[in-house]
T-cell receptor, first 113, second 111 residues
Framework: GESVGLHLPTLSVQEGDNSIINCAYS??????FIWYKQESGKGPQFIID?????DKRQGQRVTVLLNKTVKHLSLQIAATQPGDSAVYFC????????????FGTGTRLLVSP | ETGVTQTPRHLVMGMTNKKSLKCEQH?????MYWYKQSAKKPLELMFV???????ENNSVPSRFSPECPNSSHLFLHLHTLQPEDSALYLC??????????FGPGTRLTVL
């Protein structure tokens, strides 16, 4: 069935480095993707989204890349800061029936000072 | 914090208790959602309301009963829960493109 998966459960980086978090999706009918950040004890926070008619979108220190050929999504965080430490997960919206989101399990980003 | 609030933030209840979770959104959205988040599992969609009508019930046991009295409020009524129902319950609302915004969640523990 449809699924959203993440390549790495934990990513450790040094402060100031760039981070790349990856996500694979399996539903070619998905037309919209979102990255969320979830800090301990908090609900998921919307970071950035991208529609399937785009392959790149930039926000403040974050960039999302979409490769529909291999069904791959990535989140790039520039100059990673300790405050970026959290679980990040992607979600895809399947454009079939009611347009609900399917979420991945998440990648934990650990930023060392 | 987003424009979605949830109360209570923490709840401990026995298996015979009845309690309710409350969600309120101040974003002018028309759709609201209940999710269950357990350790090491993806978010599990439970219920979806669009324009105050339930459009999705994702095979959730009847001991969970949602209520959406208007587009800004969503409740989850709980009764005779099981210990395996212990989890973080998240409410979300969405706008036109289904960009969902989440509340802080209610941490539920069933004894």
């Amino acid at each position: 069935g449809e699924s959203v998966g993440l390549h790495l459960p934990t990513l450790s980086v040094q402060e100031g480095d760039n981070s790349i978090i990856n996500c694979a999706y399996s539903n070619s009918a998905s037309d919209y993707f979102i990255w969320y950040k979830q800090e301990s004890g908090k609900g998921p926070q919307f970071i950035i989204d991208i529609r399937s008619n785009m392959d790149k979108r930039q926000g403040q220190r974050v960039t999302v890349l979409l490769n529909k050929t291999v069904k791959h999504l990535s989140l790039q965080i520039a100059a990673t800061q300790p405050g970026d430490s959290a679980v990040y997960f992607c979600a895809e919206r399947m454009n079939t029936g009611f347009q609900k989101l399917v979420f991945g399990t998440g990648t934990r980003l650990l930023v060392s000072p | 914090e987003t424009g979605v609030t949830q109360t209570p933030r923490h709840l401990v209840m026995g298996m015979t208790n009845k309690k309710s979770l409350k969600c309120e959104q101040h974003l002018g959205h028309n759709a609201m959602y209940w999710y269950k988040q357990s350790a090491k599992k993806p978010l599990e969609l439970m219920f979806v309301y669009s324009l105050e009508e339930r459009v999705e019930n994702n095979s959730v046991p009847s001991r969970f009963s949602p209520e959406c009295p208007n587009s800004s409020h969503l409740f989850l009524h709980l009764h005779t829960l099981q210990p395996e129902d212990s989890a973080l319950y998240l409410c979300a609302s969405s706008g036109r493109y289904n960009e969902q915004f989440f509340g802080p969640g209610t941490r539920l523990t069933v004894l």
